[in-house]
């Protein structure tokens, strides 16, 4: 069973930055795709950033592009999410996930693993 540990979350204010990290356990490689999450109170989860592990391959929701950045470093087994100029916006609980790749890559409909999230706040 592929296990997903999140750290990294934290609190920051308006046009700060964190850097989140995931480490996968449980299993000898990193998954096809890799990708984080985000839920707000009251809000559904949404797709944040997208990774093809094995050709780097990356998407990023209209609303991050150009702020986040996904990464990995396949020798800890490890993804992660650097956030960059941070908005009330993006408050909220962060998941890791894991997913099969598809013939369309890694759209964020192809992923089925969960880490347990960790949180993040951003003042105004």
């Known amino acids: 069973q592929v296990q997903l540990v999140e750290s990294g979350g934290g609190s920051v204010q308006a046009g700060g930055s964190l850097r989140l990290s995931c480490t996968v356990s449980?299993?000898?490689?990193?998954?096809?795709?890799m990708g984080w999450f985000r839920q707000a109170p009251g809000k559904e989860r949404e797709g944040v950033a997208s990774m093809r592990t094995a050709s780097g391959e990356t998407g990023y929701a209209g609303s991050v592009k150009g702020r986040f950045t996904i990464s990995q470093d396949k020798s800890k087994k490890t993804v992660y999410l650097q956030m960059n100029n941070l908005k009330p916006e993006d408050a909220a609980m962060y998941y890791c996930?894991?997913?099969?790749?598809?013939?369309?890559?890694?759209?964020?409909?192809?992923?089925?693993?969960w880490g347990q999230g960790t949180q993040v706040t951003v003042s105004s």
């Open positions: 449980g299993y000898t490689y990193i998954s096809d795709c």
């Open positions: 996930a894991a997913g099969p790749v598809s013939l369309l890559g890694c759209p964020f409909n192809r992923y089925n693993n």
